[in-house]
């Protein structure tokens, strides 16, 4: 962002041009700082659906996104944290206020090889492929689940992302974020209140990064759990359809997808959004020209209502709903 981005960005029209405004003088920031107007964020999600977001911003310093959380909370400005949207939707009126992205904030590092080879350090816009591959170089274990959670480190922490062959309280030991002012935070692996798909993090607060502990492990094992994991995701679930994974949470003892498909639904279909054939926990967009959020959180209450009518279960979304 520059100052002569920022000029135009207040000739111009919308929500967003009238909130920058509001922000002041944002010269001090402008290197730093990645900002968009009225940012579509269809194109920010895999299901590729919703309106847009006031602000967009993606900072390259935590020092920028600082300054930027602290003039919000001054003025009374909402801020959002999003990942790369794996596995959000955003409703199709947008998102109010300023909507951050940390995707240029994603380092991983390993600061003590020698004295503490197991630790890693990582910035919440990495990649979890980043990561992977990071550890598979340095052949360090445990966190082989990534194989298949696709998105970014600071979303798979906030709902505790994870497979059958693992989760990140299994190797957590800090959380970093930020509060509403730009204050740091940070906390240990009990006080983040892991669980299955959710955790303790505030949602006000925006995680920039955390400390892993792994162990040495032989490449060859780590590929191989990871290949297989992937060859597994490969085989049970949808492709070439927008989608975000996984719509719904397993139930104790049991399994969305099962309780889904043995209601009758595998293929139901709300305009563009379908029930997979191939996955009945997987809510996919067919056809984006004939869909819309409100479309697809349609096909979600169907299909919740006609679980609970069969099974007596109420399914809770993995999906994040966000916007209005």
Not at 82 to 95: A, F, H, P, Q, Y
Not at 258 to 269: D, F, S, V, W, Y
Not at 275 to 289: D, M
């Amino acid at each position: 962002m520059t100052s002569s981005t920022v000029s135009q960005a207040r000739a111009g029209e919308g929500r967003g041009a009238a909130l920058l405004d509001h922000l002041g003088d944002l010269r001090d920031v402008a290197d730093d700082l990645e900002l968009r107007v009225d940012e579509p964020m269809s194109r920010h999600t895999t299901l590729r659906l919703g309106g847009p977001a006031d602000l967009w911003a993606r900072p390259r310093r935590i020092s920028a996104l600082q300054r930027i959380l602290g003039r919000a909370h001054a003025r009374a400005i909402p801020v959002t944290f999003v990942g790369s949207g794996t596995n959000l939707l955003v409703r199709d009126r947008g998102v109010r206020g300023i909507v951050v992205n940390l995707g240029h904030l994603s380092e991983v590092s390993r600061p003590d090889p020698e004295g503490a080879p197991g630790r890693i350090e990582v910035e919440a816009g990495a990649s979890t492929g980043k990561l992977l591959k990071a550890a598979l170089a340095w052949e360090l274990g445990g966190i082989e689940f990534l194989g298949g959670v696709p998105g970014s480190v600071g979303g798979g922490l906030v709902m505790n992302a994870g497979t059958y062959l693992g989760e990140f309280t299994d190797v957590v030991t800090e959380v970093r974020s930020l509060g509403r002012d730009g204050a740091l935070i940070r906390r240990d692996h009990d006080a983040c209140g892991f669980r299955y798909r959710a955790s303790d993090l505030p949602p006000d607060e925006i995680v920039i990064g955390a400390s892993l502990g792994l162990r040495p492990r032989p490449r060859a094992e780590i590929e191989a759990d990871v290949q297989g994991l992937r060859a597994r995701r490969r085989e049970r679930e949808p492709t070439g359809v927008s989608n975000s994974g996984s719509t719904f949470k397993n139930p104790p003892g049991d399994y969305a997808g099962r309780l889904i498909e043995a209601a009758g639904l595998k293929g139901t279909r709300v305009a563009g959004a379908v029930v997979s054939p191939k996955h009945a926990n997987w809510l996919v967009v067919e056809r984006r020209q004939a869909c819309t959020a409100a479309d697809l959180l349609a096909l979600v209450e169907l299909v919740r209502a006609k679980v609970a009518e069969v099974h007596g279960v109420t399914l809770d979304l993995e999906l994040k709903i966000i916007g209005e």
